[in-house]
């Protein structure tokens, strides 16, 4: 990225697009509803409630994020998506049961105005799903093109000047990045022929770069994460991010990990395992789906904890991780960890972590803040993976060939650095040594 010159206005209104229009999408929309009417706070969200320090401590410099910045609005904000059933944004939140009626209620009339386009849906991806809701076509590349169409209608249709998309669907099977991901040739000709290695969010997001809307992969999917995706997002200056929000347990693991190893104690094990009941467990009870997400939550702790250059501490360690689905839980999951640590000359210590969260409730105000920092990198000019985001992933992107870094404290230091640095601002080092001297 090159600092940016200017910063084109946050002018007209910003189409917010949304693959997948279940319990995270609708719990966003309605959110963004209730706050813009002042009935509620869009807590969790750091772009409206955040504030950012500016030069020295003694300058009393900290404007909210939201004044720093030259986001949209809440108000320039306009809603669309795609799912597999043809609910209203109103009958899919009423459906999830993840905001009670009191809240839907206040906003029924503007979330029974957001109606999902068809699917693109093809069911060896994720093979929990099945709707009725969904198009059709001969080729891959056809459904490219009528995603290409959605975007243009809606855009035209709701009056709005630019879009981003924000992935809020389930997690697909796993699958390694192929040939037909090597390059953007490769790519459309494996969208002609229909080939296996590329899915339903590939297809959407292959769009989206078509139509140069940022993507932003809120799922543990391959979506944008290979070389065809970050060569067409270059090629036509579009910022992608990813990937799979960071929710519940793996924030958890970002906060305590840093922080025993900045103490420098020792871990033998970190057992983890999750009840869920909403969509989403009941698509990753399915080996195939749980092995994307398996994959993303098992990085974490290796790349925090450096084994390979801390090996008495961390050389051993026993990393496990589970998700269960539970239909009597809902949305409400519950997750828990045991963490067999050890301090001074090897004696064993535990800790027991039982976090009982909301998944859609901490995911609603990542899908927000994406949106609007993903719409902002595309007004200041940058393109191709957006690393500065990884506070909001599990499984952050980067370039190829560099290890990501998943301690959220760190992830904070540049999310605001980089801040500072488009907006003209001094970065902040914490050093102050200026304070004593």
């Known amino acids: 990225m090159k600092q940016p010159k200017e910063i084109t206005k946050a002018e007209g209104k910003l189409g917010v697009l949304l693959p997948g229009l279940g319990a995270v999408a609708t719990t966003t929309i309605a959110g963004v509803m209730l706050a813009r009417k002042n009935l509620a706070l869009p807590i969790g969200s750091l772009t409206q409630l955040g504030t950012i320090r500016l030069g020295k401590r003694t300058d009393n410099r900290s404007p909210l994020i939201r004044e720093f910045l030259p986001l949209a609005s809440l108000d320039q904000l306009e809603f669309g998506g795609w799912d597999l059933f043809p609910d209203t944004a109103y009958e899919s939140a009423k459906h999830a049961e993840v905001l009670e009626q009191r809240h839907l209620d206040q906003v029924r009339d503007e979330l029974s105005q957001v109606t999902p386009m068809k699917a693109v849906f093809y069911p060896e991806y994720v093979k929990r799903l099945h709707g009725p809701h969904v198009k059709t076509g001969a080729t891959k590349a056809d459904m490219v093109e009528q995603v290409r169409d959605d975007i243009r209608t809606f855009l035209k249709t709701k009056g709005c000047s630019r879009a981003v998309a924000v992935w809020c669907g389930s997690t697909e099977v796993y699958f390694p990045p192929g040939d037909v991901h090597a390059s953007i040739d490769a790519f459309e000709a494996g969208l002609a022929r229909n080939d296996?290695?590329?899915?339903?969010?590939?297809?959407?997001?292959?769009?989206?770069?078509?139509?140069?809307?940022?993507?932003?992969?809120?799922?543990?999917?391959?979506?944008?994460?290979?070389?065809?995706?970050?060569?067409?997002?270059?090629?036509?200056?579009?910022?992608?991010?990813?990937?799979?929000?960071?929710t519940g347990q793996t924030l958890?693991?970002?906060?305590?990990?840093?922080?025993?190893?900045?103490?420098?104690?020792?871990?033998?094990?970190?057992?983890?395992?999750?009840?869920?009941?909403?969509?989403?467990?009941?698509?990753?009870?399915d080996p195939d789906s749980f092995k994307s997400k398996e994959v993303s939550k098992l990085g974490v702790l290796?790349?925090?904890?450096q084994p390979h250059m801390y090996k008495d501490l961390y050389g051993k360690l026993y990393h496990k991780v589970r998700i269960e689905f539970y239909p009597p839980r809902g949305d409400a999951k519950e997750g828990w960890d045991n963490i067999d640590l050890f301090g001074w000359l090897g004696y064993p210590m535990q800790i027991k972590v039982n976090f009982l969260c909301r998944d859609s409730i901490l995911a609603a105000p990542i899908v927000l803040d994406l949106a609007l920092l993903m719409d902002l990198a595309s007004r200041a000019g940058f393109s191709g993976t957006q690393e500065w985001l990884s506070f909001y992933f599990k499984s952050p992107m980067t370039a190829p060939n560099l290890y990501p870094e998943h301690d959220l404290f760190i992830q904070s230091m540049k999310l605001k650095n980089t801040m500072r640095w488009m907006m003209g601002e001094d970065l902040i080092t914490h050093l102050g040594n200026e304070y004593y001297d």
């Open 302 to 305: 290796e790349y925090i904890l």
């Open 196 to 246: 296996p290695g590329i899915s339903n969010s590939q297809i959407y997001a292959w769009a989206c770069l078509k139509e140069r809307v940022p993507y932003a992969n809120g799922a543990p999917n391959l979506t944008v994460d290979f070389p065809a995706a970050w060569d067409l997002a270059k090629k036509l200056e579009v910022p992608i991010a990813g990937k799979d929000f960071k």
């Open 252 to 285: 958890m693991k970002t906060i305590i990990a840093p922080g025993l190893k900045a103490r420098m104690l020792g871990l033998s094990g970190w057992f983890s395992t999750n009840i869920l009941g909403n969509r989403d467990g009941e698509v990753l009870d």
